[in-house]
């Protein structure tokens, strides 16, 4: 069963929450991760393992510099979805 | 003449308490911080050992989420008791590039550094954290108190074993006397209450074994300690010139007058019989700060409850004190916190500080049969030490051979 764009985003707002105290709703698909959110790349690194863990998919890591924003990243994972 | 150094704030988290208040109070009162772990991993592994010195608040609650996961739980104490330090002496307001710290640990990030091993071994290279390396260097510590206070004068980890927390402070009187830096942050913290540290000090028959009765398993001097108790925990001290202190109206709990290191060169565990190079740290210690060894008139000593470390380092001060050890206020504080490892320096320096400041030398439990091999003057209930002038050692001693002393005295303004 794959996961909607909106479950992608709250459980990916989660994720980040959990990593950096970020709170869930600053978590927009518009933001960018390191100059809306501050958020460093060992933190990005953690956070795409746990997406990883929690969508069932797999992000490159030369897939990870693309991802600049939130939508970005949920766009991502919606397509990588099997 | 480099002027006096003094110490103006304290902070600590230890088995017996939160802070340095209540961990003191705790102390006085004769308390145990020792209990049985409570964790699955005791019955998993059928343990032989199943009681330590655990800290009395956890850090999780104290810090934030975010800050614990980017720190391995040696840091967590480092900083709770640097920041506690800080606040306590009027949070400083001194140029980044002038505040050094000098912090220690024994282990390391050893909690850290195995269950990235078990997420390895268990779910494949991509699953180990990339905070693993920071989280797991010895160095941590020192540098999350660094970042925490914007010290830029230096970070510097003292690693000798359980001579490190009192080693990083004696580090800390040249940076200060050198005028290197205004001020310093030093002291150790410990978080090895993990199961492959207890197997490991286990097999090599340091540990207590007493599983029935766990507050009783730490006693120095008693005739039948059978091996040291495990604690965790951190101890930060912060220390400066008189005259900066003064300056910016600080209070001042007492002058850290002086410090040494030697290194036995004698066994990688075992502690020289003849207290040899022990006995040479605390004598240097005193002629560095200019004292007599009849100035003394308390220790808090290494005494880890182990048969044969009590008996070397009691050697060790009856070579070194004479007849005047008799004379000497002894304080076996481990009884109560257990051994923090790199962080026993740090928090034995507070309980010495604070015996200066406050007059009273903390007493030492379980002292229930005195073991007349050492015949010195262990003080089981607080003792007022006195008017006038106060000198007090501590001392710390770590497998490698090493031998740390710092020397600490009353201070009238």
Redesign the interface.
């Not at chain 1, 959990?18 to 105290?21: N, P, Q, R, S, V």
């Given at each position: 069963m794959a996961f909607s764009q909106a479950e992608v985003l709250a459980g990916l707002a989660e994720i980040v929450n959990?990593?950096?105290?970020i709170a869930t709703e600053s978590v927009q698909l518009e933001k960018s991760f390191t100059d809306d959110l501050d958020i460093d790349?060992?933190s990005m690194?953690?956070i795409v393992?746990n997406a990883?863990d929690k969508f069932g998919v797999k992000i490159p890591d030369e897939e990870v510099k693309n991802l600049i924003t939130v939508g970005d990243a949920v766009n991502f994972i919606v397509s990588a979805q099997g | 003449m480099a002027g006096k150094i003094v110490v103006t704030g304290l902070g600590a988290t230890t088995p017996l308490g939160g802070d340095v208040e209540s961990t003191w109070k705790a102390l006085l009162a004769g308390e145990s911080g020792i209990s049985t772990i409570e964790a699955d991993w005791v019955g998993e592994y059928d343990l032989p050992v199943t009681f330590a010195g655990q800290a009395k608040v956890k850090a999780l609650d104290v810090l934030?989420?975010?800050e614990c996961?980017r720190l391995d739980q040696s840091s967590q104490f480092a900083l709770i008791a640097a920041r506690e330090a800080w606040k306590d002496a009027g949070t400083p307001e001194v140029a980044p590039e002038r505040i050094a710290v000098e912090y220690a640990t024994g282990i390391g990030g050893v909690w850290t550094l195995l269950n990235a091993y078990d997420d390895l071994k268990n779910r494949g290279p991509?699953?180990v954290?990339?905070?693993t390396i920071p989280m797991l260097m010895p160095n941590g510590p020192a540098a999350a108190i660094g970042m925490d206070i914007a010290a830029r004068g230096g970070v510097r980890t003292a690693v000798s074993a359980c001579a490190s927390g009192t080693e990083a402070i004696a580090n800390a009187i040249d940076r200060l006397r050198t005028g290197e830096v205004d001020i310093v942050v030093a002291g150790g913290c410990e978080a090895g209450i993990h199961p492959l540290p207890l197997a490991a000090f286990a097999s090599m028959h340091a540990l207590s074994k007493r599983n029935d009765n766990p507050a009783a398993a730490s006693r120095p001097y008693d005739i039948d300690r059978d091996g040291f108790v495990m604690g965790e925990g951190g101890g930060a001290v912060v220390l400066e010139l008189e005259e900066h202190a003064l300056a910016r109206g600080a209070k001042i709990y007492a002058e850290l007058v002086s410090g040494a290191v030697t290194s036995d060169a004698y066994h990688i565990t075992a502690p020289d019989p003849e207290g040899t190079g022990a006995a040479r740290a605390v004598l240097r210690a005193l002629e560095h700060g200019g004292l007599q060894v009849t100035d003394v008139d308390h220790i808090n000593a290494h005494a880890t409850s182990t048969p044969v470390g009590d008996i070397a380092e009691y050697t060790a001060l009856r070579r070194v004190f004479g007849d005047h050890l008799d004379k000497i206020a002894i304080s076996a504080t481990k009884s109560s916190t257990g051994h923090l490892l790199g962080g026993a320096g740090a928090i034995e320096a507070i309980f010495t500080i604070l015996a200066l400041h406050t007059r009273t030398a903390p007493p030492t439990i379980n002292v229930d049969n005195p073991d007349p091999a050492i015949p010195v003057d262990v003080v089981t209930s607080p003792r007022n030490l006195g008017d006038g002038e106060l000198v007090a050692i501590s001392n710390s001693f770590g497998f490698g051979g090493h031998n740390a002393v710092i020397v600490f005295k009353s201070y009238e303004k």
């Open positions: 959990d990593e950096t105290g790349s060992i690194m953690t393992v990883e | 934030t989420p975010q996961k991509r699953r954290m990339p905070m």
